[in-house]
């Protein structure tokens, strides 16, 4: 009997427009009270809150910033909510900030809910088209250490830019011991604290809070589509990847469903949870 439903969302709840679909609010909608529902993405708070509003989970635990930060509820953002928090030390983000300063990628440093960008580009307006959210703020280089000063602590850096550039950034020996990089896009590539991970992020989750505690792995559902999935998949008894999915995440999941276009998580749970 499945007990915890844990979704990603770009790429493997969201639709081509970046949107909740009708069909899958009706499979989740049908599933409310019977499961516990967590979204595990790489995307900040408040970029979640109004797709768990959309899909009536608003009061659902969260695993953000690929399980960097885990809350207990979703809705409104409070210190209060926080079960686990990793982040990348401030001597590692001015090191990562110099190197794409010097290639002119975009920067964006999240922390909590707070977004932080480094310059008003197409890349920034891509980024709010896609999750629906504005920057806090936004900085250059004479605000720089202003920045880096308030935001001593960092779950997640975004680079976004050339793919060429972007490569340069992520075959940077310095780094790779010291972050955890996921490309999510050829232009895009996320940088979290090492040894973090949706998959550690959900059992924290399940180990920490007293009623989800009975909670097997034998009892969770998991669906994704990219690298920053793959623990998850793997640690779950029926982990579930998108058509769309890489190659690496295929190979380890339990079965594979229609993509993220195709209404592929609804399509799956409706059979396999035999939703009416």
Request: one cysteine or more.
């Amino acid at each position: 009997m499945i007990q915890l439903i844990c979704c990603d969302v770009d790429g493997t709840l969201l639709n081509k427009q970046k949107e909740i679909d009708l069909i899958t609010k009706e499979v989740f909608n049908k599933l409310i009270g019977k499961v516990v529902f967590v979204l595990a993405s790489s995307r900040m708070p408040k970029a979640l809150y109004h797709i768990q509003e959309e899909l009536s989970i608003g009061d659902s635990p969260l695993i953000c910033y690929n399980g960097a930060l885990v809350l207990k509820g979703g809705n409104i953002f409070s210190t209060d909510q926080i079960l686990s928090s990793s982040t990348i030390p401030g001597e590692t983000v001015k090191g990562i900030l110099k190197l794409a300063r010097s290639l002119d990628i975009h920067a964006s440093l999240y922390y909590n809910n707070t977004w932080v960008a480094s310059k008003n580009d197409f890349w920034m307006q891509r980024e709010i088209k896609n999750t629906k959210v504005s920057p806090d703020a936004i900085f250059d280089n004479d605000k720089e250490e202003v920045i880096l000063e308030q935001m001593k602590n960092t779950h997640k850096i975004m680079l976004m830019g050339d793919q060429n550039k972007i490569n340069a950034m992520e075959s940077e020996p310095g780094l790779q011991l010291k972050v955890s990089f996921c490309r999510t896009k050829e232009t895009y590539l996320e940088i979290t604290p090492r040894f973090t991970n949706k998959s550690k992020g959900l059992y924290l989750l399940i180990n920490s809070t007293k009623e989800f505690n009975a909670i097997r792995k034998e009892n969770i559902i998991a669906f994704g589509d990219n690298n920053n999935d793959f623990e998850l998949l793997r640690d779950v008894k029926y982990g579930i990847a998108v058509d769309n999915a890489t190659r690496e995440i295929k190979d380890i999941a339990y079965d594979v469903t229609k993509s993220n276009i195709e209404n592929g998580v609804a399509c799956y749970l409706k059979q396999f949870m035999e939703v009416k």
